[in-house]
């Protein structure tokens, strides 16, 4: 079989906004540098697939990610399609928002911390600093019309703090709100996350006053719940999920973050419960399958090895 048994829901949303993570998250943690030629291909090929919002690159220092030193070049390779409201770019600070806006940037993220630890090792600053780094690029973002998302990281757990209370990933998340974003990302980082422990955090967020209508999930599968934490959302009533074409991703300052949910694997079962993002699942598979060749190694997804290897004629029974 090709595509899954259609048996929906009704408890789910109609329609779900895949935010793809692919060529930051997932690339800014490949040893092999990838070429941008490459890079700019990759995104084209999201595009021709269907995926709509793409986030490119990020815009930090060249020492800090080395993958991503070639944001400017990239956007640069990709004129328009690299532009637009639906194409953030990661920025810590006024010197990346900046080179952000020199190439015509109109999306950013900014990413804080829910734990002082990674904020830290991540930021190179304490939590509270961290966040007085991002007021102005906020700011400056907004005066500029630009579309902002807030990450937050660690949401589900730390590898050096452990447990992260619900109370303080509500609070470093509304003080990250407060500062003028229109959408919040909550990190599952190293993929430590359950079901329960979604449902409990996002209705923690309700009663802050943040609803589901500004928050997207960002599950890394370390664990092997990515999937089943996202469906928790989406019961929940959030409809933006992001993901990485292929299960590429981690973190460079988190050594136990492996790859997000594979892209795939999530348009697999959306579509089983009939839930509409627009993408062209085989055309995804197609380009996972041809990034693979260019990282030297096989996409972690179960749906693409499932896919890649089958005609679906009755020969994966
Ligand atoms: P720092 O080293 O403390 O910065 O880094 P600084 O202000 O001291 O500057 C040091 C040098 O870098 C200076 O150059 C600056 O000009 C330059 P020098 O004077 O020495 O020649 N510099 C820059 N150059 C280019 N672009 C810039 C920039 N800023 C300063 N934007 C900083 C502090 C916050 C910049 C750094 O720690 C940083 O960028 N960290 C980000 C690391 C990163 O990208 N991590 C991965 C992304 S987060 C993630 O993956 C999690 C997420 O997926 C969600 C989840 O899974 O939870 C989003
Ligand atoms: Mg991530």
New binding site residues.
Partial sequence: MRRPQREALTDVPERVTIYE?GPR?GL?NEKTLVPVEVKAEFIRRLVAAGLDTIETT?????Q??PQLADSAALLGLLGEVGRGRNRPV?V??E??LE?ALAQGVQAIAI?GSATETFARK????GLQESIA?FAPVAQRARNEGLWVRA?V??CFGDPWEGDVPIAQVVDVASQMMDLGCDQLSL?D?IGTGTTGHVHRLLDALDIKGIGVERIGV?F?DTYGQALANTLAALAHGVSVVDASTGGLGG???AKS?TGNLATEDLVWALDGLGIKTGVDLEALVETSVWMAGHLGRPSPSRVVKALAGSSGAGDDA
């Fill in positions: 993570v998250d800014q990020s815009f930090v220092p060249p800090w990610v990661l810590p600070n010197r990346g080179a990413f991540n930021l190179n600053r780094m990450y990281s660690m990190g980082t960002h890394h973190c460079p300052y973050a």
